[in-house]
């Protein structure tokens, strides 16, 4: 649901359904956008279904002495109760002409039944956001920056996803950020690495690469650096875990298959499969079988509160690169 005008939400009742926190909030605020371009002087509430009461929504809606256009926000519809649902269900007959109504529901099997009631109910607007495959996110990044006045290639957006990870809300504030700094100009793969060179995850997984792709004195540096700017070992180990299952995966994985195809046999975004590609020339099924063992003891030791984590963690960046090639 891409900007909805009022006409679209007053009167109505959107009901949001999804597992995407980020998705369902932005639909909601959407909802808000349009009324408040409506009405400037509109009134906004919200409240969560767990605690409602059956009057409760009456008196939400209700106009107030200041504005008559009104928009609520029903969180959590998934643990309204049995009372407070027949009142929602008996509201969303036959709404008001000035209020527009948001419930949003996580998408799970908790209250089916008032979803069941409420989508048979032609005042009712459903809105599904469909949350994102990981191939989708460089476009998703791409979007974000574009309508803030900047712009950024795939490479670079490739690299926010490395720096940031896949959680959307955290992509977007990136993104906005950088688009913020930006107005007007290009985010580069350059800019990107300024900004979140210092993310522990990132720090982690540049370890494990280097390591996978024997850069013995790379790695090292890189682990010095991250350890010194506080990253935890736990996180080193998770990204050669990561970095290991991956590769054995790539290994394995039948010849002549569509990027798309491997990337999800494999677990990795399909950018992501070029340094897969250049890093799995230099492991045999032998050594990659022996780099699992060494991940994992590694992991142990470190979990088992090793008296030195550092040196564990230097050992498995040269033993790894041993392995290679």
Sequence with gaps: MAGPRAADVLGRVTLVVGKEEFLNDRIVT??????RGHDPEAEFSSTTASGMEAADLGDLAAPS??????????????????????????????????????LVHDGGQRG???????RKLPTVTEVKPVGLKPS??????????RSRGASIDQAASEALISAVGQDLRSLAAAARQLASDCAGQKVTVELVG???????????????????????????????????AGTAAVLVTSAFAGSV???????????????ADLARDVGVPPWKLRTLRDQVRGWSPEDLAAAVRAVATADADIKGAASDPAYTLERLVLTITDLHG
């Design 30 to 35: 959407q909802v808000r956008e349009a009324v």
């Design 65 to 102: 002495l200041f504005s008559a256009i009104r928009c609520v926000v029903v969180t959590d519809l998934a643990s309204v109760n049995a009372d407070a649902a027949d009142g929602l269900i008996e509201y969303a007959a036959a709404p008001a002409d000035d209020v527009a109504l948001v």
């Design 112 to 118: 089916s039944g008032v979803l069941t009631k409420l």
């Design 136 to 145: 989708e996110l460089p476009g998703f990044v791409a979007a974000e920056i």
């Design 194 to 228: 300024r900004y979140f060179e210092g993310r522990a995850e990132a720090k982690s997984f540049a370890v494990a690469d280097h390591a996978f792709s024997g850069r013995r004195a790379a790695a090292l540096e890189e682990l010095r650096w991250a350890l010194e």
């Design 245 to 259: 299952r991956g590769l054995a995966r790539l290994k394995g994985a039948p010849r002549g298959a569509r990027d």
